[in-house]
């Protein structure tokens, strides 16, 4: 099923940006859904924003609303998570995501609806 490289974290001072790259080894089928997730120390994995690969729909966990934006590549098979306005609460070890379940009403926002992961890349927000 191929792999999930991420890649572009980094340390960054509160009210910067950064841009995550996640890049799949093989194509994926279309119809299922990308997505970010990040872990901080001693908190479970939580969603951050999830996509489809034609960019017709979006989803942003209210935390991020308005200084994440989520996209695709479709020829380089990458996702991007554009982050802006940083804040020292979005430390966190980030991680890419693909589902095995199809968005169809609700996108999908459990761990335990994405099959396949990246290693994570650390992003830490100093303050």
């Known amino acids: 099923q191929g792999q999930l490289v991420e890649s572009g974290g980094g340390l960054m001072q509160a009210g910067g940006s950064l841009t995550l790259s996640c890049v799949a080894s093989?194509?994926?089928?279309?119809?299922?859904?990308m997505a970010w997730f990040r872990q901080a120390p001693g908190n479970e994995r939580e969603f951050v924003a999830a996509?489809?690969?034609?960019?017709?729909?979006?989803h942003y966990a209210d935390s991020v609303k308005g200084r994440f934006t989520i996209s695709t590549n479709d020829p380089k098979n990458t996702v991007y998570l554009q982050m802006n306005s940083l804040k020292p609460e979005d430390t966190a070890v980030y991680y890419c995501?693909?589902?095995?379940?199809?968005?169809?009403?609700?996108?999908?926002?459990?761990?335990?609806?994405?099959?396949?992961w990246g290693q994570g890349t650390q992003v830490t927000v100093s303050s």
């Open positions: 995501a693909r589902s095995y379940v199809i968005w169809r009403v609700t996108p999908p926002l459990s761990v335990d609806d994405y099959g396949y």
């Open positions: 093989e194509r994926t089928l279309r119809r299922y859904t």
């Open positions: 996509i489809i690969w034609s960019g017709d729909k979006r």
